[in-house]
């Protein structure tokens, strides 16, 4: 069975802080790796994903994460937050043939 | 459609009354999961579709909680004798294909959810 750990469940920052929020999951074989945001009011929406090639993924709004596989991790980074990144981020996964599964999600404060 | 559409957006209910949750998810997706998200609280998975294959019902938390998928299109989200602990909002997501298949089928598209207050 797979599973995610999302150990920052509140994070609370000032604008141009650099943000490094962990995942980690438990599956042995071949993955697929999200991000998903959900801003305040907003339903969910991906933020980047990875699958294949690059370990380095890049997606919308300066938002990066690398997957690597020897620490089975999928670290989400932004060089310089701004207060328009106040959201809950999830991270997801799913390996083989196995449904996605959530982590619980951690919480981002940034303070202006 | 544009995307995930659910309805209703927000339903107030009475302890042991029966809701129906709809979601029509965006056509041609194969897939289509439920899931629960209790204030404050991450997202909990309920059911999933998979084209014309048996549900994957592992998460429903009790028998009150049931699905239906009609083909590729539409699902309902019941829940019978809705109690207190209900109360939470309901997303459904959809995606082009299932676990297992490379590239962007299985990117989830979510629907702005159905807020569930039971009294």
């Known amino acids: 069975a797979q599973s995610v750990s999302q150990h920052n469940h509140h994070v609370i920052l000032s604008e141009a802080a650099s943000l490094e929020l962990g995942c980690n999951y438990s599956y042995g074989g071949t993955v697929n790796l999200f991000w998903y945001v959900q801003y305040p009011g907003q339903h969910l929406q991906l933020l980047l994903k990875y699958f294949s090639g690059d370990p380095l993924v890049k997606g919308i709004k300066g938002f990066e994460a690398e997957f690597i596989k020897s620490k089975f991790s999928f670290n989400l980074r932004k060089p310089s937050v701004q207060w328009s990144d106040t959201a809950e981020y999830f991270c997801a996964v799913n390996g083989g043939y196995q449904k996605v599964t959530f982590g619980t999600g951690t919480k981002l404060q940034v303070i202006p | 459609g544009a995307g995930v559409s659910q309805s209703p957006s927000n339903k107030v209910t009475e302890k042991g009354k029966d809701v129906e949750l709809r979601c029509d998810p965006i056509s041609g997706h194969t897939a289509l999961y439920w899931y629960r998200q209790r204030l404050g609280q991450g997202l909990e998975f309920l059911i999933y579709?998979?084209?014309?294959?048996?549900?994957?019902k592992s998460g429903l938390p009790s028998d009150r909680f049931s699905a239906e998928r009609t083909g590729e299109s539409v699902s309902t989200l019941t829940i019978q004798r809705t109690q207190q602990e209900d109360s939470a909002v309901y997303l459904c997501a959809s995606s082009l294909g299932g676990p297992g298949l490379a590239g962007n089928d299985n990117e989830q598209f979510f629907g702005p959810g159905t807020r569930l207050t039971v009294l």
């Open positions: 579709f998979q084209g014309n294959s048996a549900p994957d």
